[in-house]
């Protein structure tokens, strides 16, 4: 953020990570030695698709709808970030089955998982979207370097020169595994348009079979105003030198279609242009249109 005109990123494997929690050592950790359990469920997105939504319905799920979990423990500490030196120590004292969040790009992620039964979760948001709540989010938080303006942030965001590295070959990559029994991909967009059916589909896929009313739980509780007003998610207890919430709102607006407030008619256009380019054949595969 603004605060810290000097931020650093830790650079591995020619990805940048935020720096403070992330580290060369704990990122090489998770990707070459952590221990991937069958009953693992990972919550993978590229930053600000949905992470910390999906984190709550899988919680959800796992509690049967009941959110007493949710409301007593910190999502972190629900769905630990492995790659992370912090997160790596809760994960390896969890108790199975858990669940386990990360931004990591396919290359990146642990090599174990590959030959293991464990499954993942990964949520895809339109990337205008994802770019504008990006941009603020990095204002706010200070792991991130503070950006110059919008127009700016969108150059770097199309180049790949943001944290967690580029969002095309971040997508690209994991798509690959679709079809794959152990892998579910799910938009941002499906979220909003039927939660319902979405956590339906979810509970299919892990196996858990939920009552309606557990549902009905499961889709209240993970509301933008419920998630806004518990603050075991809502990022509000995080230390002002983490995330400064003067300087925005983590849970932000929580809508479709922020980039038309602001985007330029050219920038809109320039996007699409690197859109087609960059996600050539993959045509219809997600639910915003170019
Ligand atoms: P906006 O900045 O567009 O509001 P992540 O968790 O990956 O960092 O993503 C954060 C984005 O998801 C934010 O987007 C946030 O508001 C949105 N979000 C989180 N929970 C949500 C919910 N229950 N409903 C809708 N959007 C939600």
Known sequence: ??????????????????????????????????RVRDDDVFNVTYPKSG????????????????P????????????????????LDAAQTCP????????????????????????????????????????????MCS????????????EDF????????????????WRQLKGKDNVFFISYEELQQDLQGSVRRLCQFLGQELEDADISSVVENTSFQAMRENDKCNSTLLPRNI???????????????????????AQSEHFAMIYRERMRGLNGAFPWEW
């Open 1 to 34: 953020s603004i605060t810290d005109m000097a931020v650093r990123y830790v650079c591995y494997k020619g990805i940048n990570f935020p720096p403070g929690y992330n580290s060369e050592q704990s990122l090489r950790f998770a990707e070459t030695q952590f």
């Open 51 to 66: 992470t910390v939504w999906m984190t709550e319905i899988l919680s959800l799920i796992r509690s049967r709808g009941d």
């Open 68 to 87: 007493a979990w949710n409301r007593a423990v910190l999502n972190s500490e629900r769905s630990p970030w492995f790659s992370t030196q912090l997160g």
């Open 96 to 139: 199975s089955p858990r669940l386990l969040t990360c931004h990591l790009p396919l290359q990146l992620f642990p090599k174990a998982f590959f030959s293991s039964r464990a499954k993942v979760v990964y949520t895809v948001r339109d990337p205008r979207d994802v770019v504008v709540s990006y941009y603020h989010f990095s204002k």
């Open 143 to 154: 792991s991130y370097q503070d950006p110059e303006s919008f127009a700016q942030f969108l």
């Open 158 to 173: 199309l180049r790949g020169d943001v944290p967690h590295g580029s969002w095309f070959e971040h997508v690209r990559a």
């Open 243 to 265: 995330m400064d919430q003067e300087r925005g709102t983590f849970l932000r607006k929580g809508v479709c279609g922020d980039w038309k407030n602001h985007f330029t008619v």
